[in-house]
């Protein structure tokens, strides 16, 4: 039997051949990204064609040191392919494609890397003389992330702002931004309550018809407020949302815009909002966005300050996300602080409570998916009213650790309560502070 390098090759070669064959048919985001990622050509933002794989390709992509070993099958060198000594190139030998390809499905865990590969799938299902690995073009290629929830396509577009006049980098100062492949929040892990989940539904469905928007002339769409307080789970949406629709976050804090020389502010602010726009499509997520309220409210002389809040508000009026492919989403944790030329320009606002008792047992299913131990977490659910989300982590969190302290992996019921009722003596004080806001 082949082994699983030889398969990682092989794989990669029936790949570059059939991309190279069925170019017309087939897309750069077709191909798995843990191929794209080494083929990947940051100035024309693709994978350039045809595919040439050569040995310091492979040696690279698959951390082989011997690939001629690595295209040994049962001590031979395997029939269908061409390793050229001198200039390293390696294909399927000329006419071979169907004879390599019958071959590789029959291997021991073929099966799943077509059913990960939309490039094979595609040959399998449309090429060959008959699909009896059973794979569907559409379904594999459907569910292989887009080249724009890679870190390369971030990169890429990096890159060239870098050569641009406005120095990209320095830009870098001002946002994260995070590719999807590396985001680690996700939409089933978090707790949702219905309106949130029909939020999410209403926004998803805005993002992948914006072309639809754009034709009947619905301009005013793809701007969003989340409106909760601290810890319940407004960042982790954003960035799970980023994750389910593949396409790239930029995380602001206006604090990170402002805390330096106010006369700069306005000019980060235009510098940000440029950003984003050149990552069409992307998420963009304005966190503390209390910090233009406040400013607003109050009556301050600095009109530096108000002057940074109207090119703010100024800024969110000339994004689009049908014309700039940006969906902006701004996170408070107040409502009361924002006056009504704020909440005009949001067309969806969605609300993150503390959760239900109903939530907080679910919240604590889910962060003790992974631990073991028979929990009865209803039973902590009924004690922990007005706790958020990110407050039963750190629940959690202490009853792992003090399990950790009686030498234990598993939790007890107990480290739960007695994490509850230091969690209550800690955080009384803070607890009550919110309430009255
Ligand atoms: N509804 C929820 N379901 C599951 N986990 C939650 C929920 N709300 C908060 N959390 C957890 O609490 C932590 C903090 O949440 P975060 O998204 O940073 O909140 P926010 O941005 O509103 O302050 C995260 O680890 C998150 O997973
Ligand atoms: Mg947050």
Not at 23 to 48: F, G, H, M, S
Not at 385 to 402: I, K
Request: proline share 3%; net charge negative; glycine share 4%.
């Amino acid at each position: 039997m082949a082994s699983s390098e030889t398969l990682d090759v092989i794989e990669l070669l029936l790949t570059a051949e059939i991309y190279n064959d069925y170019k017309n048919e087939l897309i750069v985001n077709n191909i798995p990204p843990k191929i794209r990622r080494t083929l990947w050509n940051a100035k024309t933002r693709d994978v350039p064609t045809p595919i040439k794989p050569s040995k310091s390709m492979i040696k690279k992509m698959f951390d082989i040191d011997n690939v001629e070993d690595a295209l040994k099958v049962n001590g031979k060198p395997f029939a269908y392919v061409a390793l050229d000594e001198y200039s390293g190139s390696a294909h399927i030998t000329e006419g071979s494609l169907d004879s390599a390809a019958e071959w590789f499905k029959k291997q021991d865990g073929a099966r799943d890397r077509i059913f990960e590969n939309s490039v094979l799938a595609y040959y399998y299902d449309n090429v060959a003389d008959e699909n009896d690995v059973g794979v569907s073009y559409n379904d594999v290629a459907s569910k292989t992330p887009p080249k724009e929830a890679s870190r390369e396509w971030i990169e890429s577009i990096m890159d060239e702002l870098s050569e641009g006049k406005d120095n990209g980098r320095k830009w870098l100062d001002l946002a994260y931004i995070k590719a999807p492949e590396e985001i680690r929040e996700s939409m089933d892990e978090l707790i949702l309550t219905e309106r949130q989940k029909n939020e999410l539904q209403k926004i998803e469905l805005t993002i992948k018809n914006k072309d639809h928007f754009k034709n009947i002339g619905l301009y005013d769409i793809g701007k969003v407020l989340f409106v909760g307080p601290p810890g319940t789970g407004k960042t982790s949406f954003a960035r799970a949302l980023s994750k389910n629709l593949s396409i790239p976050i930029i995380e602001v804090r206006l604090s990170m815009i402002t805390d330096q020389y106010l006369g700069e502010t306005s000019k980060n602010i235009d510098r940000v909002f440029d950003l984003a726009k050149k990552f069409d499509p992307c998420i963009m997520f304005i966190d503390e966005f209390d910090f233009i309220a406040t400013s607003r409210t109050a009556n301050n002389e600095h009109s530096a300050i108000k002057q940074a809040v109207n090119t703010l508000l100024k800024a969110i009026d000339n994004t689009s996300l049908v014309e700039d492919g940006v969906l902006l989403i701004a996170a408070t944790n107040h409502t009361k602080k924002l006056d009504g030329a704020v909440w005009r320009r949001f067309d969806e606002i969605v609300d993150f409570e503390r959760p239900t008792m109903d939530m907080r047992k679910d919240i604590l299913d889910t962060i003790l998916r992974k631990i073991e131990g028979d929990i009865n977490t209803e039973a902590i659910a009924k004690t922990t009213e007005d706790y958020t989300g990110s407050d039963l982590r750190m629940v959690v969190r202490e009853a792992v650790l003090s399990a950790l302290l009686d030498n234990r992996y598993n939790l007890v019921q107990e480290d739960l309560e007695k994490a509850v009722k230091s969690f209550d003596r800690r955080s009384g004080l803070k607890m009550t502070a919110f309430i009255d806001e």
